[in-house]
Nanobody, 122 residues
Framework: QVQLIESGGGLVQPGGSLRLSCAAS????????MGWFRQSPGKEREFVAT????????YYADSVKGRFTISRDNAKNTVYLQMNSLKPEDTAVYYC???????????????WGQGTQVTVSS
């Protein structure tokens, strides 16, 4: 079993930055592909970014490409999401996930964190 705990969310003004962290426990995530998803009230959970187990490949949703960066430190058992140039439409609960597949499909991830709230507002 893998337990995932997100942190780093909060309130930020438009144009600002936040760095989310996802710390894993229970077992190493070095063999898992990792993803970030987000969900706003009344909307389905949507894909944000994913990184392969080695960190060699990443993929982003068009809505965040060029603004967000996913990375991982397997020695620290942690995955990060650097979010720059934030917009009000980025407001959501952000979740990290671990899985066997390098995919944008939420249902193909095996483990999920509890989420962290990001609010972008002036």
């Amino acid at each position: 079993q893998v337990q995932l705990i997100e942190s780093g969310g909060g309130l930020v003004q438009p144009g600002g930055s936040l760095r989310l962290s996802c710390a894993a426990s229970g077992r190493t995530i070095s063999s898992y592909n990792m993803g970030w998803f987000r969900q706003s009230p009344g909307k389905e959970r949507e894909f944000v970014a994913t990184v392969t187990w080695s960190g060699s490949s990443t993929y982003y949703a068009d809505s965040v490409k060029g603004r967000f960066t996913i990375s991982r430190d397997n020695a620290k058992n942690t995955v990060y999401l650097q979010m720059n140039s934030l917009k009000p439409e980025d407001t959501a609960v952000y979740y990290c996930a671990a899985g066997r597949f390098y995919t944008v499909v939420a249902g193909q991830y095996d483990y999920w964190g509890q989420g962290t709230q990001v609010t972008v507002s002036s």
